[in-house]
């Protein structure tokens, strides 16, 4: 199984910057990408960003140009750095990643419990 760890969420004002964090670990052979949705009370999970193994990222519209999404392979960690937040922004953000376990099995998805952002005055 793979374990993740989010890190970095809290209360910020607008215009406001965050840097979350997610570490995998346990049973991991290669992951296969790396990313974050968020979810905010009352609506459906959206995908914030994502990070493939082969360096393409992709972005919901309502972030690009804010939210910058990176990776360090030797600690297995995804970072979501959020800079000009807005009251939109606030939600719990989960982390995601894909990978595969050993080098038979199929590759799967795992998520974090959520690390809640509030951006508030």
């Known amino acids: 199984q793979v374990q993740l760890v989010e890190s970095g969420g809290g209360l910020v004002q607008p215009g406001g910057s965050l840097r979350l964090s997610c570490e995998a670990s346990?049973?991991?052979?290669?992951?296969?990408?790396m990313g974050w949705y968020r979810q905010a009370p009352g609506k459906e999970r959206e995908l914030v960003a994502s990070?493939?193994?082969?360096?393409?990222?992709d972005y919901a519209d309502s972030v690009k140009g804010r939210f910058t999404i990176s990776r360090d392979n030797a600690k297995n960690t995804v970072y979501l750095q959020m800079n000009s937040l807005k009251p939109e922004d606030t939600a719990a953000y989960i982390c995601?990643?894909?990978?595969?376990?050993?080098?038979?099995?199929?590759?799967?998805?795992?998520w974090g419990q959520g690390t809640q952002v509030t951006v508030s005055s």
């Open positions: 995601t990643v894909r990978a595969y376990n050993s080098p038979t099995n199929a590759w799967g998805d795992y």
């Open positions: 346990g049973s991991i052979f290669m992951i296969v990408s």
């Open positions: 990070l493939t193994n082969g360096g393409s990222r």
